[in-house]
């Protein structure tokens, strides 16, 4: 018997066939990689694009509202949150009555496509920022501001809010006349110009309405130890739809602190109901003995309580909040021997906030709407 060593003949036909199928596989494998990484490369390109269409959206209804509408901070918005890893198409803009579309588009470099001939691929995003609407609903604060407190102060410009008006009013007894509500200085003098969009019957410039605001519950209680947390509103909510409640000096644990989203912070921007009377616009809507409208009129049996509903929402930017008396410790910056909340209405609230647009020009907001 003759014996051999070596290699066969088979034996190298079939190291060959293995490197055929290692070699194809290397080929599916770079390939799988390649696309992975031209996959993710388009993703993330996609976020920043989309980021570059939001900031954009919002600069640009931003201009608008403060009264002349540049479309050009789009392309600077998507420069600066899209730069490199290709080249960028100029934004293309719809500007609208009352909202901005930006459309941003995006030549993002490939690796594994280049070196099939595909170099870059076009990544798109889309963004609509909408001005000058303002919340019709809200998760806000369980204390509600008068009309005339927003329409006798200035947007950007200080001004006080005063948490006491239900102290003074709760010490009031059954049938005391209507009048002391003037006469302990708890009326505004007038409300000056009603914003377009309030509708209710009988409003107007001379109406006069209850310093500052006041509590209500948020759970049927109107003491510290149940009275917390924020309260969902609407406009059209009135006063037969909650309980006004509380002494100013209950809420202090409640509601004044130095972080939290359902507190007054100094430095945060909260979202205020507003509120106008429905009748007896003299005096800001207090019931009376007989519902009638003369000075000599006499609180009903359970009074002090009042006829108004919620007309919108304002934001408001908080300076500085001292609740319950005035020997509390103010948080932020306050006046001395004054029990309220210090800032500053303002136009602009964050736009994830908890609430819905499309009410009268109150505080009006920029938000993201698609």
């Not at 076009?122 to 998760?139: D, E, I, Y």
Request: one cysteine or more; a positive charge; charged letters at 15%.
């Amino acid at each position: 018997m003759r014996v051999t060593f070596g290699r066969t003949r088979q034996d190298r036909d079939e190291r060959g066939a293995t490197l055929v199928v290692v070699a194809a596989l290397m080929v599916c494998l770079l390939a799988a990689a390649g696309i992975g990484i031209d996959t993710s490369t388009m993703a993330y390109q996609r976020a920043r694009v989309q980021h570059g269409a939001d900031a954009g959206a919002l600069a640009v209804a931003q201009s608008c509202k403060a009264g002349a509408c540049n479309a050009g901070l789009a392309a600077s918005y998507l420069s600066s949150n899209a730069n490199g890893g290709g080249s960028d198409s100029a934004p293309s803009v719809s500007i609208g009555s009352t909202s901005v579309t930006v459309t941003n588009t995006k030549n993002a470099k490939t690796i594994f496509f280049g070196l099939l001939g595909i170099g870059s691929k076009a990544v798109r995003a889309t963004s609509t920022a909408s001005w000058n609407t303002s919340p019709t609903s809200g998760n806000v604060m369980p204390f509600l501001v008068s009309l005339c407190e927003y329409t006798k102060a200035a947007v950007n410009v200080p001004t006080f809010i005063d948490t006491n008006s239900n102290d003074e009013i709760q010490k009031y007894k059954a049938k005391d006349p209507q009048s002391k509500l003037e006469d302990d200085n708890n009326l505004t003098s007038g409300c000056g110009t009603i914003p377009t969009g309030v509708n209710v019957t009988g409003l107007s410039s001379s109406t006069r309405m209850v310093i500052g605001g006041m509590w209500k519950t948020t759970n049927g209680g109107c003491n510290g130890s149940v009275n917390n947390g924020k309260s969902q509103l609407e406009i059209g909510n009135s006063q037969a739809d909650f309980q006004l409640c509380g002494l100013n000096s209950q809420q202090t644990d409640k509601y004044a602190a130095s972080s939290g989203a359902d507190k007054f912070v100094p430095g945060q921007v909260t979202l205020f109901a507003i509120y106008a009377p429905t009748r007896n616009f003299n005096y800001g809507g207090v019931q009376t003995e007989a519902n009638g409208t003369a000075p000599t009129s006499k609180f009903v049996d359970n009074a002090p309580a009042f006829d108004f509903r919620i007309v919108g929402f304002a934001p408001f930017k908080i300076s500085g909040v001292r609740l319950g008396t005035s020997s509390n410790g103010c948080l932020g910056s306050c006046t001395a021997g004054k029990v309220g909340i210090w800032g500053a209405f303002v136009n602009d609230i964050s736009p994830d906030g908890d609430y819905e647009v499309g009410g009268p020009n109150i505080g009006s907001v920029v938000k993201l709407i698609n």
